[in-house]
């Protein structure tokens, strides 16, 4: 005997192995803002999800995710997707725009030690002496994370004075980048540090210096 479908329970049986047509627009009721899912796909380096919610989702380029406090352009440069990162700023995104604690995308490049995003920022014209709200630069950043190709590139291509250091001395006392390469442990980029003209013997604002904290 045959079965007849109930026209009440959603369009009745499927065929074995038949695939599933979603209607147009199915994934806007996928959960989430179109923000919040354009902040997700940068982050995973997802070039064809980017790109899906910025023209099927309706995704404002420079909105902030409202869990991460990240634009689609920081969470990019954080993941050090070059070719999403490409993208955004093809497509306009602002090279300036804050995350939450005030980090720039070049100074989140710099903490993940992403050259190739640092070069396609500083071309599109980010702020390479963006200080975030605890004082930290891109310089910085990098130096923390021993990136010294990083450190080498935003000296002599973006032109950060290593010896004249700008620091924050109110909010993370005067902390400098030498200091924070040697207390990390990380000597390739404390080599690059002296050799750009970081000088061993300055001081934060608590007395310590980078020999300090290579002793200790």
């Known amino acids: 005997m045959r079965v007849l479908a109930n026209p009440l329970a959603g369009g009745g049986a499927q065929r074995p192995g038949k695939r599933v047509r979603r209607p147009v627009g199915w994934h806007k009721a996928a959960g989430g803002s179109p923000e919040q899912r354009l902040v997700q796909a940068a982050a995973a380096g997802d070039l064809r999800q980017v790109v899906a919610a910025l023209d099927e989702g309706g995704a404002q380029i420079d909105a902030r995710d409202a869990h991460s406090g990240l634009t689609a352009l920081a969470a990019a440069s954080a993941a050090g997707a070059a070719p999403v990162v490409v993208e ?117 604002a608590c007395g310590r210096s980078a020999l300090w904290e290579a002793a200790r």
């Open 88 to 204: 955004l700023l093809r497509r306009g995104a602002d090279a300036y725009a804050y995350a939450d604690g005030g980090a720039t995308p070049m100074t989140l490049a710099a903490r993940g030690g992403h050259l190739a995003c640092l070069r396609l920022l500083n071309d599109a014209g980010a702020d390479a002496f963006a200080m975030a709200d605890d004082g930290r630069t891109p310089l910085s950043e990098a130096a923390a994370a021993g990136a010294a190709d990083c450190i080498l590139y935003l000296s002599e291509g973006c032109f950060v004075p290593i010896r004249d250091e700008v620091v924050s001395e109110s909010i993370r006392t005067g902390e400098h980048a030498l200091q924070l390469a040697a207390r990390s442990g990380h000597a390739g980029a404390v080599d690059v540090l002296l050799r750009l003209g970081a000088r061993a013997n300055r001081v934060d």
